[in-house]
Structures are given as structure tokens and as C-alpha cells.
């Protein structure tokens, strides 16, 4: 309304100018005047808003602190209230609504609760773009004040448009925006200063106040916060480029008064650099841009215990990149693994002596292990050699003993092989038995769990010697806790577990079972193969035989390897057939590898065959499904086999096996399939199928396919095990 309000004024305002020869005509309903000589204005320096009066003026300084009566609200109303003063200029109504908005913004950054600062941004936000609407209604020529202020006067015009927007979608709640979504009062912000010129954002100022050196620095901390925002929901942000905004503020000289300026903009910096640095490591395991991150963060950093801090975090980081390296077996991965141990090494030189005694201890135990691991390597970079590392781990131990506190695993693991190395046997084996009891690298006793127990803390396994089977506990039991020490921990005392026994099975199926859950289907595999190996002909591991070609069938089907997985799942059943979890596998790979046969021989063998209501209704949810399965797949070999009258029969039983999924109690439970990716409910795919087989049953005619959420995920379910759906319309 208030927009409304404007422009009708500057209509009256036209009517009245065209008597004194000026030009006037209406686009698309906006206002268009041309050809009249603005009053003129005197040049003029920014100066600071001090009283109503100067809402009018162009270049208004805002002052740090306002007024006591009203303070910057009772200003930017003020302003607001200029703006509709039909008597006067163009230029002065678009000066008045633009200082409305920069004291709006001057009142939000004020403490004022999130719900004020929203109604406050979103007011700033409307009259910011009603002034910028209304200066554009001129023709293609500057205004008097364009030409006389240059790039402060566009600075203004670009200030009132993008710093709402930014502020707007960087304020936490679900609060009305102007601009819409909190993204995207974010992207729009954006938009506004990447089409701006730089001379513009940063103008280049020699003011005796300092009000435009400020609002530029804050616009572009604006601007970094708000890539690194929406580089936390998706692709449209830029951590990289928030970075590097922001050190170019903190490398500003500023005005006096402005002191604090690169100060703000290094504390954002470092927030945005560790948040995005663990965010890049907790959902990718991106170490590199990690580091990248606290990198930048560790160069402006104050000297003490924030840069120090940021270091250690580097050589964690590192650390865990070139365990990663190695751990992939893959040996061109060495020498990569190797620069992470140096840049780790030099890293943790440069956090020792943090105030913080763990962390100082840590960061001689992270640099003692690179030198060890590159050592071990054949390895000089960093100085590494068998001495300094011995020396390395002396001196952290010597310390460790000092603040009287539990070892590290992975350390002392090192250690343990660091000694044998240099024949120090004795040495080696209690660094190896202290190993086995640290505490460190595992959680906390006194960190409350963020998940309900499960019987996986009680874990136990059949065979093995004992220092096998106690890493293999201690592997499984970390690869369930979701924190990347407990992964990283638990790939290395899986590989120990393996190597500890060379006639255990079981060791190898749980790392495949691990590498599996990770998406490492190939290495698993190769696991598998030697787990399948070593259980061959031996009755006391015939559980884990079974398991064994269980969990292989799961693997090449998820891979669409049919055959195999056909065979795999056969095996499971033939070695124990009394696990449902092995028939289950081998029916699904037996619908498989047999889509598009004209036999369903495998799918008989190993699908649920119950074929009156009471059988179907002794079955499990998920074996109900498969016999649903079952009964479609024979029903399309009915009708391949020409017989129409039949097929109606054949399809007509099929769905009626899929309805009566729907009054199960556990319908809405995941399928956790192999194949497709994703989850999909046993109720959800009965739907489906139950339309699919009345499709295919009737001679003409149908209802259309049901819409539920994750249709498509379900079509390429049946599609993968050879189901038709006969969308006869």
C-alpha cells in the first residue's frame, strides 16, 4: 500500500510538473517522466543523520547510536511519512524512502528478538525496493545525483536492495519474508551484488565519517554468511568464495572508528571455516576441502590458542585423509598418503602447546604417529626417520605420564609396531597390551549415548584365537557407532582381526559386511571370498558359511549380477535352510534372474508357495509379499503361454494375495532390499502390485496407477524383477 501510495504521488506530482514542459507517459502502468531539470543540489560530503529534516538528503550517514526518543524507528517512519509528500521531487521522495530503509536496517541490528527483527528487515526490504522502483521509472539518463555522487550514491541503491534480502535469510525463524523462502531471500540477495560492479560493493572512500567503510565491510560479511548458508543445504552457495570475501575485509585499513571491522569479519571467518570444514568430513569425508577451510581460518587467526586450535584440527584432518589413503588398499595412494602425513606432522607442531592439555598432548601423539607412518614407508619427508620417531613417541608418552592420562589406541598401536621395527620386542608387546586397554578413540564413559542400546555392545563371535576375536568385537562395535573416530578405528581392527588368524572366517565376513554398508560392494566381495574359503567343510563355521554366501547373493544382485546371485542365495538356503532371512534373498534373486524366461522354476523353488487364504495368513508380512510376487510371475506366464481365459484367474489370485498386505499391522515396515536403491514399505509395493495385476487381468479398461510418494522407486522395483504392470489405458 505504501508503494501504492508513492507512486500515486509521484503521478500527481507529474500532472503538475507537465505544465512547466515536461514530458510524461505510462508503461505498463509505471509512471515515466522525462525531460524536466532536477532542482539543484549542492555538492555535499556524506553527512550523518541527525534530526527529520534530513530525509530528504542523499548520502546520509547513519550514526552508530541514535536518539533517545523513538530511537532509529521512530526516524525511518519519519522518513517513510517524507515519502509521501506529494510536493516535492522525484529525487527526494526516493532520498526519503532510501533513508527509511538504511535506519530500518540500522534498528535490526540492534538486540531485538527474531520475530521485531524479521517485521524490521522486511520493512527496510519494502522501502529499499519501492525507492529503487520509483528511480527507475527515469528514462535512460543519471539523475542530478548520480552524477554528482557517483558510486556512493549507487552504493546506496545496492545497500537498501541486498543487505534485507541477506539479513532476512540468514535470521532464524519460520517468520513471513518479503522475499519468500529464507534461500531464497538468500539467492536473490546474491544476485543483486554479483550483478553489481566491485568498485561499487567496496567503494573507494574519503568521507570524514565513517559510515560507508562500515556498511560496505558488513554487506560483504552479509555477503560470506550467506554462501555459507546456502552451501549447507545445497549447491547454490560457495565456501571458498565466502573465504575469500571475507578476508579481504579483514585485510582492510580501516577508518577511524572502524577498528573492529576486521576484527567481525576474522570471527566469521573462523565460524565458517570449522562449521564447513566438520560438515565436509561428517556427510563426504571431503578432507581436502576440510583442510582448504582451516587453512584459511589458521592464517588470520590471533597467535595463541585460536590458532593453535585450528592447527590441531589440520592435523587431525590430515591424519585421517592418509589413514583413509591407506586403507584402500590401492598402492599409487602411498605417496598421497605420505604429503598428508608431513602436512599433519608440521600441522600438530604448530598446535603444541595449547593452554588445553589434552589437546597438547595430542598434537606430540599426532606428529609422533605421522613420523611412524611415514617412517614406515621408507619415508624421510618431515625429517621422519626410525630415531625421531622413537623420540617423538618418547616425548608424548613422557607426557602422557605427566598428566597421568589413559592412552590412545591407534597411538599406541603405532608405537607397538614402531618398537618391533627397531627390535625393541619387549617394548613392542606392552605398547601393544596397553593398546588393548585405552581408552581414548573410543567413547567416553561419561558422554551419555545418543542411541538406545543394542545387542550389538554384547556382541560375541564363535572361534578364532583370542586376540582375533577381541579386535573383531572391538571393530564391530566401533563400525556401529556413527562418529568418524569410531569408523576410522574400527577399518583398521578389522584388517588386525584378519591378520591375527589365518584360518578364521569370520573376521573376513564381518569386514565385508562393514565395507557393504559403506558401498564398497567389490572389496566386500573379495572378503567374502576368502571368509566363503576358509568355512568350506568345517561344521563348527557352517553358520558363518551360510552368512557368508547370504551376504555375497545381497551384494551382486544390489550390483544386478543375477546368476551369481541366484547361486549365492541357493547355497545360503542349502547350507541353513532354516533362516527366512536366506530365502527371502535367494527369491528375490530367483525373480531376478529369471525375468523375461519362460519358466519360473528358480522363483518356485525359493518363493513362499502358500496358495489358500489360511497358508497366506501364516506368513510373515514380507513372505506374503514374495508370494504375492510369485503368483504375478506365474500369472504372466499364463498369459505368455496364450491362455486368456486363464490369465484373468491367475491375475485376479495374484491381487488378491497383494490387497491382503494392506490390513497388516506392519505394512508400513521398510523392505530393505538389495535392489532398488532407497526404502520402500511393504505396504506401499502391495498397492502397486495389487494395480498392477488388476491391469494386467482385465481385457480393457482400468484405473489409473495410484499415486503415492515414492511411485517412481516402485515401478523400477517391479521393472527390476521382471513384474509387468499393464498399464492398459
Known amino acids: 500500500m505504501e508503494r501504492l501510495r508513492t507512486v500515486r504521488s509521484a503521478l500527481k506530482m507529474a500532472m503538475r510538473w507537465r505544465g512547466n514542459g515536461a514530458k510524461m507517459r505510462v508503461i505498463a502502468g509505471v509512471l515515466i517522466v522525462t525531460g524536466f531539470g532536477v532542482e539543484a543540489v549542492a555538492q555535499e560530503r556524506a553527512r550523518t543523520f541527525s534530526r527529520d529534516s534530513h530525509c530528504t538528503r542523499a548520502l546520509n550517514a547513519i550514526p552508530a547510536t541514535p536518539r533517545s526518543n523513538g530511537g532509529f524507528a521512530s526516524w525511518a517512519q519519519a522518513c517513510a511519512a517524507r515519502s509521501n509528500n506529494e510536493r516535492q521531487s522525484l529525487d527526494k521522495i526516493v532520498n526519503a524512502l532510501r533513508n527509511a530503509a538504511k535506519l530500518h536496517l540500522s ?25 529503487n522502483e520509483l528511480l527507475d521509472t527515469r528514462p535512460n539518463t543519471q539523475s542530478s545525483q548520480e552524477r554528482r555522487y557517483g558510486a556512493r550514491y549507487k552504493f546506496d541503491g545496492l545497500f537498501i536492495a541486498a543487505a534485507p534480502r541477506l539479513a532476512l535469510g540468514l535470521t ?116 581436502d576441502a576440510a583442510i582448504r577451510y582451516l587453512t584459511e581460518a589458521a ?44 602436512d599433519g606432522a608440521k600441522a600438530f607442531r604448530l598446535a603444541d602447546g595449547h593452554s588445553e592439555a589434552l589437546k597438547t598432548l595430542e598434537a606430540k601423539e599426532g606428529y609422533a604417529y605421522a613420523l611412524s607412518k611415514l617412517e614406515e614407508q621408507g619415508s624421510t619427508a618431515c625429517d621422519a626417520s626410525q630415531a625421531n620417531a622413537l623420540a617423538a613417541f618418547a616425548a608424548s608418552e613422557a607426557l602422557r605420564a605427566t598428566y597421568n592420562e589413559t592412552g590412545h589406541q591407534k597411538y599406541l598401536e603405532a608405537y607397538g609396531a614402531l618398537l618391533n621395527r627397531a627390535g625393541r620386542f619387549q617394548d613392542s608387546v606392552d605398547a601393544f597390551t596397553e593398546a588393548e586397554t585405552a581408552k581414548r578413540g573410543l567413547p567416553s564413559a561419561d558422554e551419555p549415548d545418543t542411541e538406545e542400546p543394542t545387542p550389538a555392545d554384547d556382541v560375541r563371535f564363535n572361534g578364532g584365537n583370542a586376540r582375533a576375536n577381541s579386535l573383531l568385537v572391538l571393530a564391530v562395535r566401533n563400525s556401529r557407532i556413527d562418529q568418524q573416530d569410531n569408523q576410522e578405528t574400527a577399518k583398521a581392527q578389522f584388517v588386525q582381526a584378519e591378520n591375527a588368524d589365518a584360518v578364521w572366517p569370520t573376521a573376513y565376513l564381518e569386514h565385508a559386511k562393514f565395507l ?16 566363503i574359503g576358509r568355512a568350506i567343510g568345517k561344521a563348527d563355521y557352517s553358520a558363518e558359511l551360510a552368512e557368508a554366501y547370504y551376504e555375497r547373493s545381497r551384494n551382486h544382485l544390489s550390483k544386478e549380477i543375477g546368476t551369481e546371485a541366484l547361486a549365492d542365495g541357493a547355497n545360503a538356503v542349502l547350507t541353513n535352510s532354516a533362516n527366512p532371512a536366506f530365502k ?33 495368513d501364516a506368513l ?18 499364463v498369459r505368455r503361454a496364450g491362455n486368456l481365459t486363464g490369465k484373468i484367474g491367475a491375475f485376479d489370485n495374484a491381487a488378491e494375495s497383494y490387497r491382503k498386505i494392506s490390513v497388516r499391522e506392519d505394512k508400513s515396515d521398510i523392505a530393505g532390499w538389495p535392489l532398488p536403491q532407497g526404502d520402500v514399505s511393504f505396504g506401499d509395493v502391495a498397492q502397486i502390485g495389487g494395480w498392477a495385476a488388476d491391469a494386467c487381468g482385465t481385457l480393457g479398461g482400468g484405473a489409473p496407477m495410484p499415486v503415492i510418494a515414492n511411485r517412481d522407486r516402485i515401478v523400477q522395483l517391479f521393472d527390476a524383477y521382471g513384474l509387468q504392470l499393464c498399464d492398459v489405458r
Open 172 to 287: 532464524e525463524g519460520d517468520g513471513n519474508r518479503v522475499c519468500g523462502t529464507a534461500d531464497a531471500c538468500l539467492s536473490s540477495g546474491l544476485a543483486l551484488l554479483e550483478a553489481t560492479e566491485i568498485d561499487i560493493v567496496q567503494p573507494r572512500l574519503s568521507d570524514d565519517n565513517r559510515y560507508y567503510q562500515s556498511a560496505a565491510a558488513h554487506l560483504q560479511i552479509l555477503n560470506a554468511k550467506a554462501h555459507a548458508k546456502l552451501a549447507e543445504t545445497g549447491d547454490s552457495g560457495n565456501i571458498d568464495r565466502s573465504l575469500s570475501i571475507l578476508k579481504t575485509v579483514v585485510a582492510m585499513a580501516p577508518e577511524s572508528g572502524n577498528a573492529s571491522l576486521p576484527g567481525k569479519a576474522s570471527n566469521a571467518l573462523i565460524e565458517i571455516a570449522t562449521t564447513s570444514a566438520d560438515r565436509a568430513v561428517d556427510n563426504d569425508r571431503d578432507y
Open 584 to 616: 527371502q534373498q535367494a527369491c528375490l534373486a530367483a525373480l531376478f534372474a529369471e525375468k523375461g524366461e519362460r519358466t519360473d522354476a528358480s522363483v518356485s523353488a525359493y518363493c513362499p508357495s502358500a496358495s489358500t487364504g489360511s497358508a497366506e
Open 299 to 342: 592464517q588470520i587467526a590471533a597467535a595463541g590458542d585460536a590458532k593453535q586450535g585450528l592447527y590441531f584440527n589440520i592435523g587431525v584432518y590430515n591424519e585421517r585423509k592418509a589413514d583413509a589413503l591407506l586403507d584402500s588398499e590401492n598402492g599409487a595412494n602411498a605417496a598421497a598418503a605420505a604429503t598428508s602425513f608431513c
Open 516 to 531: 557393504a554398508r559403506s558401498g564398497d560392494i567389490d572389496t566386500a566381495n573379495r572378503k567374502l571370498y576368502v571368509a
Open 620 to 637: 510373515s508380512t514380507e513372505d506374503l509379499l514374495l508370494n504375492a510376487f510369485r503368483k504375478h510371475r506365474q500369472a504372466q506366464l
Open 107 to 131: 534498528d535490526a541490528s540492534l538486540e531485538t528478538p527474531s520475530g521485531d527483527r524479521m517485521a524490521i528487515l522486511n520493512a527496510a526490504a519494502q522501502r529499499g525496493t519501492a525507492a
